[in-house]
């Protein structure tokens, strides 16, 4: 079963979702040093939006963001659009820190972002960067059904209500979406569908509106107490925000807080109508598999199918292409799964291919911190969920920087430190086998159908904090 690529395939180029939104023209470099009330390193959403809570609620402070490139080059602009309602970290994770009751206030807020992430983007005149089209979880094994509604139960005792997620047989689950050998899942209306590039675009003009100075083509090179060094000049502050996910590894004082994990992406041509028709999917809600390796889709405004997975997961010593090139390989798989899922749509042209950074932290648990001693804060390690974890970030790093005690300060991912990663080549053998076993699995279970397969993958489970 196979698509179709060829020499017409763009590979890298930061994401389909930039070039779609139009290549923004880069905002001019920070001019020389500077003083002010808070420094945000990153412009991507977490920056953005602790840029956008802050800047409200004291206008008369004068805030800048130090962006590299441009406002989305980074995993903002280059994601699978799912904006769900997921937390950033285990529940198990959370509760056993911090206490059930503060795990179930996360899962609350989570629902809480989601909500105000979709009505900002309708407040500041960006909503067509977002659509509440829900979200599909699909099982083609048993193995796979009987996680989907384990997790189903889970939900249930983790705060999410009759309402927010319910199992779907395999014919209801058939009526919304034609997934080829589909036994059921389970959907929760809480998850919109987004275009990544417009959206954080979106956000990025909204805060400028605000008053805020964004400075693009500018690297920090060090983040110290109330000063952030750059390439292009000094700039201090009362508050130095760190907000580089994936690319926290890019200063030479954090080799090892975020692990640099690979998240690749394919998308199609846009679908005819008979394509369209065999695949059913009029609901266009966001699509993922109960696979191992799991597999992320959608299906977009102008009727593309955008289908992201695990290509390469991780290069020895963190590296990883800025551009954002996928390996062949890493092609191949993802393509394969499409038509695996949709084999009508076997010989259908892809037309771009990206890869991205996520933030991946030793315990697999986001983490927002500020020292109010030092003026250092960050947010971020949302490894795949920080669509609406970075707003509900930004509103905490608000809340943490004014000194205020509220609820958000209360959530469980505030003041966490995980550990560092290991020395290489530790870290390549961790995070490549984690991969390597997932694909196994998932192999035995296609294979087999027996869930007993999954010892394997229990164990890279608990390697992956799951
Ligand atoms: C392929 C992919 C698919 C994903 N899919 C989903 C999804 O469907 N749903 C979901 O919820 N999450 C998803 N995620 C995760 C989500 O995109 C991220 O958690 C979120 O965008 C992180 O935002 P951020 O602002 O913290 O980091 P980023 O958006 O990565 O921003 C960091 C910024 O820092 C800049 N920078 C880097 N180094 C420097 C420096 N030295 N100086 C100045 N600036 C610097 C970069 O250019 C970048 O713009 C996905 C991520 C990837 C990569």
């Known amino acids: 079963m196979t698509t179709t690529h060829s020499e017409e395939l763009i590979n890298g180029d930061v994401s389909f979702w930039v070039r779609d939104a139009g290549w923004p023209t880069p905002r001019a470099p920070l001019p020389g040093d500077l003083d002010v009330d808070v420094a945000i390193v990153g412009g991507g959403l977490t920056g953005l939006w602790t840029a956008y809570y802050l800047k409200q609620e004291r206008p008369d402070w004068e805030i800048v963001v130090i962006e590299r490139e441009f406002c989305g080059f980074g995993a903002s602009g280059r994601n699978g659009g799912w904006m769900s309602a997921e937390p950033a970290g285990p529940f198990g ?32 005149g960006f909503g067509d960067a977002v659509d509440e089209t829900g979200l599909i979880h699909v099982a083609t094994s048993q193995a796979g059904l009987a996680r989907a509604h384990k997790h189903v139960q889970e939900m249930k005792q983790q705060g999410w209500g009759e309402n927010d997620v319910h199992t779907l047989t395999g014919p209801e689950l058939l009526r919304r979406v034609n997934v080829d050998g589909a036994l ?12 990544p590039a417009k959206y954080t675009f979106g956000v990025a003009a909204a805060v400028e509106r605000l008053g805020v100075r964004i400075y693009e083509q500018t690297t920090a090179t060090a983040l110290e ?15 130095v925000v760190r907000a580089l996910e994936g690319y926290t590894v890019s200063l030479p004082a ?13 998308i199609t041509e846009p679908l005819t109508q008979q394509q369209l028709d065999s695949i ?8 993922g598999d109960t696979a191992h390796s799991f597999s992320y889709l959608q299906l977009t405004a102008d009727h593309r199918i955008a289908i992201g997975g695990r290509g390469k997961p991780y290069d020895f010593g963190s590296r990883f292409d800025r551009g954002g090139r996928t390996a062949e390989f890493g092609i191949d798989l993802i393509g394969e799964r499409l038509v695996q899922l949709f084999p009508s749509l076997e010989g259908i042209r892809l037309e771009q291919t990206w890869t991205g950074v996520l933030g991946v932290p030793r315990d697999w648990s986001a983490a927002v911190n500020y020292d109010a001693g030092t003026g250092l804060a960050s947010a971020g390690g949302y490894v795949g969920h920080g669509l609406s974890g970075t707003n509900l970030a930004g509103r905490t790093l608000r809340d943490l920087i004014l000194g205020h005690d509220t609820e958000l300060t209360r959530l469980p991912w505030t003041g966490r430190k995980a550990r560092h990663w290991e020395v290489e080549p530790l870290r390549w053998i961790g995070a490549t086998g984690l991969y390597k076993a997932y694909r196994w699995a998932d192999q035995r279970e296609n294979s087999s159908d027996s869930p007993s397969t999954s010892v394997i993958a229990k164990v890279a489970d608990r390697i992956a904090g799951r």
């Open 93 to 124: 994770r959370y509760a056993a820190d911090r206490g059930v009751e503060a795990a179930l206030a996360m899962q609350q807020a989570m629902f809480g972002a989601v909500r105000e992430s979709v009505d900002v983007a309708h407040r500041e």
């Open 184 to 195: 059921g899942g389970y959907w929760t209306p809480h998850c919109a569908r987004v275009h």
């Open 225 to 239: 107490p109330h000063k952030v060094v750059t390439d292009r000049g000094d700039v201090t502050a009362h508050a």
């Open 254 to 266: 954090e080799p090892r807080t975020l692990l640099p994990m690979n998240s690749s992406l394919v």
């Open 280 to 287: 059913g999917w009029a609901g266009a809600e966001l699509l």
